[in-house]
């Protein structure tokens, strides 16, 4: 089965403090991973994907297929990172398939 | 134009009323999607076209039917719509179906349905 688990529903943490955004899959084969975020009053956006192995907004996220993870990361949260952030697969055979997480809330306290 | 528009932003219908919302890109992108999204939910899939052809139906109830008369234009119509079906509707596209990870999204369709 194809499926993106996000433990937590809530994160908090205070600005400056390291974030980590937990993120498990379960997928056969070769997966392909995304972080996608949802600011307030905002359209859902693209943040990054894993082949690209880029920092978007000081956010990286690595995929370890040891742990079935991809969590995604940042040294030092800001305020303005406080939004929704969804884990997303990609589903097999190119159907166009995304499949999503439940989503973490970022909170980030001045 | 790099974006997806919807329209209208807010719809509040009866359960026997008709009506559509409609979903509109310039990118040049042949693949659209429609999702429902409950509040503090993902977005759950619908509909994906690809080059104008109606590529997954996620069993989703007839009462919603998809309809993409060109490449840059989606609409979904609503008939007989129950008050469970009240969400907030979204629209996305991507380039071609195999890069559907990079989906551009609309701000939605907030629908009430008394």
């Known amino acids: 089965a194809q499926r993106v688990t996000q433990p937590e529903k809530l994160l908090s943490v205070f600005k400056g403090a390291p974030v980590e955004l937990k993120c498990n899959y379960s997928?056969?084969?070769?997966?392909?991973l995304f972080w996608y975020v949802q600011y307030s009053r905002q359209r859902l956006q693209l943040l990054l994907r894993h082949i690209s192995r880029e920092s978007i907004k000081g956010f990286t996220a690595d995929l370890n297929k040891g742990e079935t993870s991809f969590h995604l990361k940042k040294p030092f949260a800001q305020e303005e990172d406080s939004a929704m952030y969804y884990c997303a697969l990609k589903g097999s055979s190119n159907t166009g398939k995304l499949i999503f997480g439940q989503g973490t809330t970022l909170q980030v306290k001045p | 134009d790099t974006e997806v528009t919807q329209t209208p932003k807010h719809l509040v219908m009866g359960m026997t009323n008709k009506k559509s919302l409609k979903c509109e890109q310039h990118m040049g992108h042949r693949a659209m999607y429609w999702y429902k999204q409950k509040a503090k939910k993902p977005p759950e899939l619908m509909f994906v076209y690809s080059y104008e052809k109606l590529s997954i139906n996620e069993s989703v109830p007839s009462r919603f039917s998809p309809e993409c008369p060109n490449s840059s234009l989606l609409n979904l119509h609503l008939h007989a719509l129950q008050p469970e079906d009240s969400a907030l509707y979204l629209c996305?596209?991507?380039?071609?179906?195999?890069?559907?990870?990079?989906?551009?999204f609309g701000p939605g369709t907030r629908l009430t349905v008394t």
């Open positions: 996305a596209s991507s380039r071609r179906l195999a890069e559907s990870y990079e989906q551009y």
């Open positions: 997928y056969s084969g070769s997966p392909e």
